[in-house]
T-cell receptor, first 111, second 117 residues
Framework: GQQVMQIPQYQHVQEGEDFTTYCNSS?????IQWYKQRPGGHPVFLIQ?????EVKKQKRLTFQFGEAKKNSSLHITATQTTDVGTYFC???????????FGTGTRLTIIP | GAVVSQHPSWVICKSGTSVKIECRSL??????MFWYRQFPKQSLMLMAT?????????EQGVEKDKFLINHASLTLSTLTVTSAHPEDSSFYIC?????????????FGAGTRLSVL
């Protein structure tokens, strides 16, 4: 079945430093979605990328979808303590609406 | 986005009892909902797809008689953990599928932490 891997598994950064998480799917995706889960919380939808090579920005967050539509990245510029949490990418299974979630990257911020 | 309510947020029960978790779509009619299970520091594992008016579709390895899903209306899906045991202790999260154009996005409930003693 489809597998979605993320690296790194954990990332500790000083506040103000940049952060990047990478997502790789074993299959080509029709779209990729990103979610953020705060400690003790539930996943919150961040963004959906659909087009090959697409880049979208949300303030300090930059999302990119690879040309082959099998990988994606999330880059956060100048991290803040509010960025703490686990970031998951997720891709739909072929032919249905089920999502396969990536392994997640847990971000912690050192004040 | 969609607003999803999940109840209860936390439940502690004795081994052998059954626990019902409710997932409500508050601002639109959800034909499809999903139930996930998440262990500490792990990713979300899909348990089943809940379709209004029909039987749920369970993922491989998920016991349908253990985890009963009912989606009797377009705003409510329930997950009942029957005869719960300590190994069923986990974080259970529901989501609703909101189709935007042709590509659906899932919006999640706040989750239910189940502790079985």
């Amino acid at each position: 079945g489809q597998q979605v891997m993320q690296i790194p598994q954990y990332q500790h950064v000083q506040e103000g430093e940049d952060f990047t998480t990478y997502c790789n799917s074993s299959t080509t995706l029709s779209n990729i979605q990103w979610y953020k889960q705060r400690p003790g919380g539930h996943p919150v939808f961040l963004i959906q990328l659909v087009k090959s090579g697409e880049v979208k920005k949300q303030k300090r967050l930059t999302f990119q979808f690879g040309e082959a539509k099998k990988n994606s990245s999330l880059h956060i510029t100048a991290t803040q303590t509010t960025d703490v949490g686990t970031y998951f990418c997720a891709g739909p299974d072929f032919g249905n609406e089920k999502l396969t979630f990536g392994t997640g990257t847990r971000l912690t911020i050192i004040p | 986005g969609a607003v999803v309510s999940q109840h209860p947020s936390w439940v502690i029960c004795k081994s052998g009892t059954s626990v019902k978790i409710e997932c409500r779509s508050l601002d639109f009619q959800a034909t499809t909902m999903f139930w996930y299970r998440q262990f500490p520091k792990q990713s979300l594992m899909l348990m089943a797809t809940s379709n209004e008016g029909s039987k749920a579709t369970y993922e491989q390895g998920v016991e349908k008689d253990k985890f009963l899903i009912n989606h009797a209306s377009l705003t409510l899906s329930t997950l009942t953990v029957t005869s719960a045991h300590p190994e069923d202790s986990s974080f259970y999260i529901c989501s609703v599928l909101h189709n935007t154009g042709t590509r659906g996005i899932q919006y999640f409930g706040a989750g239910t932490r189940l502790s079985v003693l």
